[in-house]
């Protein structure tokens, strides 16, 4: 099972700031690296999936870079909205998934 | 648009069994690869399974294999996840979720498993 470490734990940060998120993998993943935002009461959105393509409605502030272990989430200016924890997951090398621990991201 | 709706959560003990569902629309169902996820109160996502778009392959997590099992039925757009054995650590949110690629990109609201004596 490939384990996926997500820093920081909390992120705290105000609204216009950017913001910068980290998920690393214990081993190489290729670009099979998704993220994912999930509100209070609301099931997980995906926002970004192959390391670095946006999904379907997602705004040009979400940006994603990274390739093999080390994964970057980027919201350039935060809005109201984007405070949510984010997960990354992984599905290289075999059908099963796995989720980092996520990333609550609050309001300073 | 797409839609999935989760269904057949509620209140079980431990050792009992449950089954829950998961209706789609609004996209060709039987194109997609379907999975499971859950999430306990206050904790973080785990996936659960995953079925090949035809039903010919299955995968789980290792903590649920030998007691849940997933199938689907494409003449009725629906994915089951079928729960034996309980325990009172199953407890929590099962999402259902779309598979595209390597990523998940449609999920349902989720149903609620409580098991407890």
């Known amino acids: 099972e490939i384990v996926l470490t997500q820093s920081p734990a909390t992120l705290s940060l105000s609204p216009g700031e950017r913001a910068t998120l980290s998920c690393r993998a214990r081993q190489g993943v290729g670009t099979y690296l998704a993220w994912y935002q999930q509100k209070p009461g609301q099931a997980p959105r995906l926002v970004i999936y192959?390391?670095?393509n946006r999904a379907t409605g997602i705004p040009a502030r979400f940006s994603g870079s990274g390739s093999g272990t080390d994964f970057t989430l980027t919201i350039s200016s935060l809005e109201p909205a984007d405070f949510a924890v984010y997960y990354c997951q992984q599905r290289s090398d075999s059908p099963s998934i796995t989720f980092g621990q996520g990333t609550r991201l609050e309001i300073k | 648009q797409v839609q999935v709706v989760e269904s057949g959560g509620g209140v079980v003990q431990p050792g009992r069994s449950l089954r829950v569902s998961c209706a789609a629309s609004?996209?060709?169902?039987?194109?997609?690869?379907m999975h499971w996820v859950r999430q306990a109160p206050g904790k973080g996502l785990e996936w659960v399974a995953v079925i090949w778009y035809d039903g010919t392959k299955k995968y789980y997590v290792d903590s649920v294999m030998g007691r849940f099992t997933i199938s689907r039925d494409n003449s009725r757009n629906t994915v089951y996840l079928q729960m034996n054995s309980l325990r009172v650590d199953d407890t929590a949110m099962y999402y259902c979720?779309?598979?595209?690629?390597?990523?998940?990109?449609?999920w349902g609201q989720g149903t609620l498993v409580t098991v407890s004596s």
């Open positions: 192959d390391a670095s």
């Open positions: 979720a779309r598979g595209a690629g390597r990523a998940l990109d449609d």
């Open positions: 609004g996209f060709t169902f039987s194109n997609y690869d």
